[in-house]
């Protein structure tokens, strides 16, 4: 069982972090994100993984895309470059790191009610994967797309899989992780 508060705020952190991971990468083009029911039938070859982990829970979160022109024009853009015929493993560690800045703001927002979170570095899956997740005890889990200018371009997913019950206490004050202030990324 989970909790309705921490529910919500899971799924508020996700829808979140979606949109402001794919507007940090081309902020000036136009964005929907919108949540789905479901994600069958999530036409995608391939799927950005990572999980975020406590002693209580494991989510798994994918971050679908297929390596074709529309995905190779929003990374040549984001990286203001000319189009090109990117690499495999550029369009893998671009996609990589917009999961991370993805998952990373989940992780800092559940990360005010629930202590001691760890996150996975991200993985690439390909379709034949996906299965897999059915085989799993899933407790909850959602789903979103991700419209630029009106044309589906990504999805996501994410799902929660609990060892108990869930009852974390939710402060009603928190804020979303977009009202936050972060700065740059700290090098030690």
């Given amino acids: 069982m989970i909790n309705p508060d921490f529910e919500k705020l899971l799924k508020d ?3 979140n972090g979606f949109d402001m991971s794919l507007k940090d990468c081309l902020p000036n083009e136009q964005w929907e994100i ?3 029911r479901e994600n069958k039938g999530v036409e995608r070859n391939e799927a950005v993984v990572l999980t975020i982990s406590s002693h209580l829970f494991r989510i798994i979160y994918f971050f679908y895309f297929t390596n074709d022109e529309k995905c190779q024009s929003f990374i040549t ?8 015929n990117l690499p495999e493993s550029r369009v893998y560690d671009y996609l990589c ?3 991370n800045s993805f998952f990373g703001s989940v992780k800092r927002t ?8 760890g996150m996975s570095t991200p993985n ?17 889990s959602g789903c979103a797309v991700a419209e630029l200018n009106g044309e589906p371009l990504f999805y996501a997913s994410y799902h929660i899989s609990a060892s108990g019950e869930l009852n974390f206490a939710v402060a009603q ?3 979303a992780e977009e009202d936050v202030d972060s700065g740059e990324l700290e090098f030690f």
């Fill in 34 to 36: 919108k949540e789905l």
């Fill in 97 to 99: 790191e917009v999961g």
């Fill in 110 to 117: 559940l990360g005010n009610t629930v202590t001691s979170l």
């Fill in 173 to 175: 004050n928190q804020k």
């Fill in 124 to 140: 690439i899956l390909d379709s034949s994967s996906f299965k897999y997740v059915d085989e799993l005890k899933i407790d909850s």
């Fill in 77 to 84: 853009n984001g990286l203001n470059i000319k189009n090109e």
């Fill in 13 to 15: 952190s996700f829808i």
